[in-house]
């Protein structure tokens, strides 16, 4: 039985690792996605109904850089679902290390016991930020997540088949979550009239960019596209969820630029129009470190630290 809690509860469940045979046509999870309207940020909840076995992705732990204060209301909500749904948290996923939010992988692990996990060129993000941070001692690692995927690795969330797609460009360690007939895209394309993600944060890449779009779109045409962002063009409501072949055949930046040059120009172009994230320096910091917020000083509080001129 599954208690009103029980998405706090999950101390039992143990990540089951494999390679499973993956038959996308057959599995067809419930996705809920979560728009956060700060970040225009989306997260999801990925479950599985045959075994009411879920994955998050993309959780945020809220930030509001004015005051300082955090908050767990929009991690919250996620347990809240898990729990009146029933599921039970198996995985805790992060698709790469977010610019604009802090993530809440580590808080949710503490509520639910359920591993984190992100993709394994995590190490090279580290070394890149732990540079820009000056701490020398940080263990550029990965050994703040319970795994590191590596490009073709399959897993389970329940009986889900997951596969794990390098998916490089936004950042150096993105990845795609490619779970049953659903794509997890996270910041490569965006829904079709928003065109696709900015590739010029410290590590970022247009050219590996339109690489990795070339991977997701090889998907069959029918799969399920959930992306990171909306940004909501024109004061639309919020969209996260397309198609494959929808992509293919609409998606504006795609559309405009049919070559890799094509694309790489359109990209750099109009990343050169765009300040950096409001919270890059601020959410690193903690997502390099697997969602934790800095330990607190001998007064019990806990400061950020900036470059000043380090981008
Ligand atoms: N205005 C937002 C921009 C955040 C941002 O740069 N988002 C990235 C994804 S992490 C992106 O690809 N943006 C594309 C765009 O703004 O066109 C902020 O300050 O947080
Ligand atoms: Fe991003």
Redesign the pocket.
């Known amino acids: 039985m599954l208690s009103s809690d029980a998405g706090r509860e999950n101390h039992s469940c143990r990540p089951r690792v494999g390679k499973p045979k993956l038959d996308l046509a057959l599995a067809k999870p419930q996705v809920s996605g979560f728009y956060d309207k700060p ?3 989306i997260q999801y909840v990925v479950a599985d109904l045959a075994t009411k076995r879920c994955a998050i992705i993309d959780p945020i732990l809220d930030f509001d850089e004015r005051s300082g204060a955090t908050a767990t209301k929009s991690a919250d909500a996620l347990l809240d679902f898990v729990s009146e749904q029933g599921l039970s948290v198996e995985w805790i996923l992060d698709t ?1 290390p ?4 802090f993530s809440a992988a580590h808080y949710l692990k503490e509520q639910t016991g359920a591993p984190t996990g992100i993709g394994d060129r995590v190490v090279e993000v580290q070394k890149l930020w732990k540079a820009i941070y000056n701490w020398p001692d940080f263990p550029a690692d990965g050994s703040q997540w319970d795994r590191l995927f590596a490009e073709g690795e399959a897993f389970l969330v329940g009986t889900l088949p997951v596969k794990v797609l390098f998916s490089p460009g ?1 950042t150096l360690a993105s990845i795609t979550y490619v779970i049953g007939d659903a794509a997890f895209v996270h ?1 490569t394309l ?1 829904v079709p009239d ?6 010029d ?1 410290p590590g970022g890449s247009a050219a590996r960019l339109w690489h990795s779009i070339q991977g997701i779109l090889a998907l069959p045409d029918e799969t399920r596209v959930f992306v ?2 909306d ?1 909501q063009p024109g004061g639309r409501e919020p969209l996260w969820e397309s198609t494959v072949a929808v992509q293919k055949a609409t998606n504006i930046h795609l559309v405009a630029a049919r070559s890799e040059a094509e694309f790489v120009a359109l990209r750099e172009a ?2 050169r129009t ?7 320096l601020h959410a690193l910091q903690v997502n390099m470190n697997g969602g934790r917020l800095p330990e607190p000083e001998a007064n019990g509080r806990r400061y950020l630290k900036f470059p000043l001129d380090g981008l």
Do not use: E
């Not at 977010?98 to 939010?101: L, Q």
């Not at 928003?194 to 590739?199: H, I």
């Not at 765009?274 to 890059?280: D, F, K, Q, T």
């Open positions: 970040t225009g940020a790469h977010h610019a604009d939010h936004h910041d965006f928003s065109g696709t993600a900015r590739a944060f990171g962002h940004y109009r990343d765009l300040p950096m994230p409001r919270l890059i």
